[in-house]
C-alpha cells in the first residue's frame, strides 16, 4: 500500500517556494530561469513538481495571458515552523531542546549565531518574568 503524500515539501518543492517566496509571483519560465541558476532544471520536470505542489496546497495559480503565474500559498515562516516540529519530533522525540542542544553541541552555529540565540534567550526570559508579575 502507498504512503499517503506529505504535505511538506519536498527538498524540490521547497527550491521552488524559495524563488517564489524571494521573487513574489512567478510565470513558469521566470521559475525555471531562476532555478537555472543554480542547476539544470527541465521545465517540464518544473511543471509537473508545480502541479503536485497546487495539489498539496503549497502554491496559488492564476491564468494570465500567457500560462500562469505562480505564487506561494504558504509562507516561509510557517513552512518553517511546520518542518522544524516534524524534525523535533521525529528525531528528538518531541524536544525542541534536545534540538537545541544539539545545534550547539555539533558547532553548526557560529559564534554570531550564538551570540544571538543568547540575545533571544535573554529577552525571552525577561519577558516571560514580566508576564509572571502581571498574572
Request: one cysteine or more; charged letters at 25%; a positive charge.
Amino acid at each position: 500500500m502507498a504512503r499517503p503524500p506529505s504535505q511538506h515539501p519536498t527538498d524540490g518543492e521547497l527550491e521552488i517556494l524559495r524563488v517564489l517566496w524571494d521573487r513574489g509571483p512567478s510565470s513558469l519560465s521566470e521559475i525555471c530561469e531562476s532555478l537555472r541558476q543554480t542547476r539544470d532544471v527541465a521545465t517540464t520536470t518544473v511543471a509537473t513538481i508545480l502541479r503536485l505542489m497546487l495539489d498539496k496546497n503549497l502554491v496559488r495559480r492564476k491564468p494570465v495571458t500567457r500560462g500562469h503565474q505562480w505564487s506561494a500559498a504558504v509562507t516561509q515562516n510557517a513552512t518553517a515552523t511546520s518542518m522544524v516540529g516534524k524534525l523535533v519530533d521525529g528525531v528528538f522525540d518531541g524536544s525542541a531542546s534536545r534540538l537545541a542542544v544539539h545545534l550547539v553541541e555539533a558547532g553548526q552555529l557560529s559564534a554570531d549565531e550564538l551570540n544571538e540565540l543568547r540575545k533571544l534567550i535573554d529577552t525571552n526570559r525577561v519577558s516571560r518574568k514580566g508576564a509572571k508579575a502581571h498574572k
